[in-house]
């Protein structure tokens, strides 16, 4: 059973709003990600980091910010939220390559947004 | 020629028989290929993963087949019960630590 855990899982929320979404994991993995899912639909990785003070844009351009300040915490910000936002955010954490593992990602169960 | 399995949004079957689910990738230089499953409402799971060198690997009722030539991966599940049913994505490492996800297929298990 992985230990990574998102909050909130639903959150529902009007225009202009600013929100953060968490994600913390209590792995030591040194790699975390983020993913935008519509339902049903593919991932998109909109963020991830190697480690603490890493931070990188992923394949999908998104209007949200990332921190890494301490090694289990990942947390997602929108500082003005629309209605194009509404959508699961997925984070995700994995182990080092050099760990020996080849990086099966763990995700939590994700946040369900809906900007109003 | 060979033929290769196309990719299906929605597969349907029969508790009890057997499950193909088809994916092409993109890169061929990745090296690490993953089948993810995802039940409604929660992330995605691992289920078995497979390296570049190899062809076909098997876990508890899953077989995972790897054809590099055209650039084809499926995953096989063995007398498919009602708890497989789901959203099943196969992933591909392209790098620096990333994975690539590709479109589901949504398994319904008819009991």
């Known amino acids: 059973e992985a230990d990574i855990y998102q909050t909130p899982r639903y959150l529902v929320i009007g225009t202009g709003k600013k929100i953060t979404l968490e994600c913390s994991q209590t792995m030591g993995h040194d790699k975390m990600y983020w993913y935008q899912q519509d339902p049903g639909m593919e991932l998109h990785l909109i963020h991830y980091?190697?480690?603490?003070?890493?931070?990188e844009k992923g394949d999908l351009s998104s209007e949200s910010t990332v921190s890494r300040i301490r090694t289990e915490h990942f947390p997602l910000t929108l500082e003005s939220a629309r209605p194009s936002h509404t959508s699961q955010y997925l984070c995700?954490?994995?182990?080092?390559?050099?760990?020996?593992?080849?990086?099966?990602?763990?995700f939590g169960e994700g946040s369900r947004l809906t900007v109003l | 020629g060979e033929s290769v399995g196309l990719h299906l949004p929605t597969l349907s079957v029969q508790e009890g028989d057997n499950s193909i689910i088809n994916c092409a990738y993109s890169n061929s230089a990745s090296d690490y290929f993953i089948w993810y499953k995802q039940e409604s409402g929660k992330g995605p799971q691992f289920i078995i993963d497979?390296?570049?060198?190899?062809d076909k690997r098997q876990g508890q009722r899953v077989t995972v087949l790897l054809n590099k030539t055209v650039k084809h991966l499926s995953l096989q599940i063995a007398a498919t019960q009602p708890g497989d049913s789901a959203v099943y994505f196969c992933?591909?490492?392209?790098?620096?630590?990333?994975?690539?996800f590709g479109d589901g297929t949504t398994l319904t298990v008819k009991p």
């Open positions: 992933a591909e490492w392209v790098g620096a630590g990333k994975s690539t």
């Open positions: 980091s190697y480690g603490v003070n890493s931070t």
């Open positions: 995700a954490s994995s182990k080092s390559l050099t760990g020996g593992s080849l990086g099966e990602l763990f």
């Open positions: 497979i390296r570049s060198n190899m």
